[in-house]
């Protein structure tokens, strides 16, 4: 089991920008993978970015050039920072983790982008 907690979100306006945090209450070296997700009203849950232990990235690509996932082992925390927001970025954004094969998730931040 690992429980995830995100932070870092809020209201913003349409060009700046924010940084989402996700804590972990164990070590994420030892998931799969980690990331976030988003989901907008009356849409799907959606990939937005993920790294994996090795540091490898996988950016949404309409996002790409926007986004930049890093990780903090020492501190069991994964970062996602988003440039340039749009107002079609607003949805709740959940962190991710995967390890052995099976699924956890926070309880998602709102980002909200005005225009």
């Known amino acids: 089991q690992v429980q995830l907690v995100e932070s870092g979100g809020g209201l913003v306006q349409a060009g700046e920008s924010l940084r989402l945090s996700c804590a972990a209450s164990r070590s994420i070296s030892s998931m799969d993978s980690m990331g976030w997700y988003r989901q907008a009203p009356g849409k799907q849950r959606e990939l937005v970015a993920s790294?994996?232990?090795?540091?490898?990235?996988n950016l949404r690509d309409s996002m790409k050039g926007r986004l930049t996932i890093s990780r903090d082992n020492a501190k069991n925390t994964v970062h996602l920072e988003m440039n340039g927001l749009k107002p079609e970025d607003t949805a709740v954004y959940y962190c991710?983790?995967?390890?052995?094969?099976?699924?956890?998730w926070g309880q998602g931040t709102q980002v909200t982008v005005s225009s």
């Open positions: 790294i994996a232990p090795s540091g490898t990235t």
């Open positions: 991710n983790a995967k390890m052995r094969w099976n699924d956890y």
